[in-house]
């Protein structure tokens, strides 16, 4: 019974004096606001740019990536020869497998250009995009094209429509008509909306050099497998390698992580947030510090007549709570309505758990601040701090 009569003045104490020192409290949840309004948009940042780079890769259909032996599991380096795609689907533990072969073009629009990664595909196999929209492509030497949503996105470009693409070959410039008989989501590769095309198309637009012209190539990037039992994946390694040679196989996660600068960009960004969640501790730790410094008599007279040290202690727990909870709460809002406002080439997300992780570790910088003034309030004895002593 004491500790909740101990419980209910110390809340009582706690609110009254916000109340009665609203400004005060108010300027510091402004500075929590801003804080918090900076780590929700440094994680979403991250989220973004790691989407932006990552997005096709991790949306495979498949649960491993054949690489060229040597290449450092980094895609763009990787040559495989295009007809170990169809040694890999008798290997056993194998479901599926289908290339990947990568490049970048242009799609002109009337006023400008848009950079898009062209993808070359074999489809209803790995590699090949989920349809949201429209059909998946016809065949092999159909001039046809799957769009990723954020083409429509940034352009006028609709299903149906037809689009120009250009590509230099050797020392030219030169222009490819493509239909639109699809639209897909979620492919952004290497910080670019992808857009997907058969292996033939993909060939012939693709950026060559002089000495490639005329030529027909026989490899690929990457070959995407699927297996049959995701528990088997070591046993499915094996069984690859010893089928294949010169190859190395990976895990997409694995594959995710050696993408070009996708882990330094990751750990840049949230070496930031953490110190900026540092600074916010800091902050707050000053703050309440200076609060208990002030009220020094006050805490005295209350221990005089009879407070115990752990009704001052959740007084000052419970103020902390207050201000740090306003102050997320603002910036979380001003975060929201902010994000409304940017452009679909703004690479900023808003990943729910990304949020929530960064929420909750900001409602605990108020207490963990806030320590070293609450272990402070706790030892002030009543005789010194009336100067009795």
Known sequence: MNIIKSFTLATYLAFKEVIRN????????????????????????????????????????????????????????????????????????????????????????????????????????????????????????????????????????????????????????????????????????????????????????????????GKASTTVNVIAVKAEDPNQIETIKENISTRVENIEVTDIKTAIENIPGYSAQQTTVQTQAVFTLLIGILVIGGFFQIQILQKVPQIGVLKAIGAENFMVGISAVIQIIIVTVIGVAIGGGLSYLFSLSFPPTVPIVFNGVSSLIAIAALLLIGPIGGMVSIIYAVRIEPLKALRLS
Do not use: C
């Open 22 to 213: 609203l400004g005060r409290f108010m300027l510091v949840s402004l500075v929590i606001a801003l804080i918090t309004l900076l780590v929700l948009f440094i994680a979403a940042l991250g989220e973004g740019l790691g989407n932006s780079n990552r997005q096709y890769v991790s949306n495979l259909d498949a649960d491993l990536l054949v690489y060229r032996e040597k290449a450092d599991l980094v895609i763009p380096s990787s040559r495989v020869n295009r007809a170990d795609s169809r040694t890999l689907r008798r290997v056993e533990g194998v479901t599926d497998a289908g290339i990947i072969a990568t490049s970048n073009t242009t799609i002109l629009l009337p006023d400008e250009v848009l950079k898009v990664s062209l993808i070359g595909i074999e489809s209803g196999h790995p590699g090949s995009p989920g349809i949201e929209q429209g059909r998946n492509l016809g065949s092999e030497l159909a001039q046809e094209v799957i769009v990723d949503r954020n083409v429509l996105l940034r352009s006028d470009i609709q299903l149906g429509d037809r689009i120009t693409v250009r590509s230099t070959q050797g020392t030219e410039d030169k222009t490819y008509e493509l239909k639109v008989v699809g639209v897909t989501d979620g492919q952004l590769y290497t910080f670019q909306p992808s857009i997907f095309v058969t292996f033939s198309n993909w060939d012939e637009i693709r950026t060559k050099s002089d000495t490639e012209l």
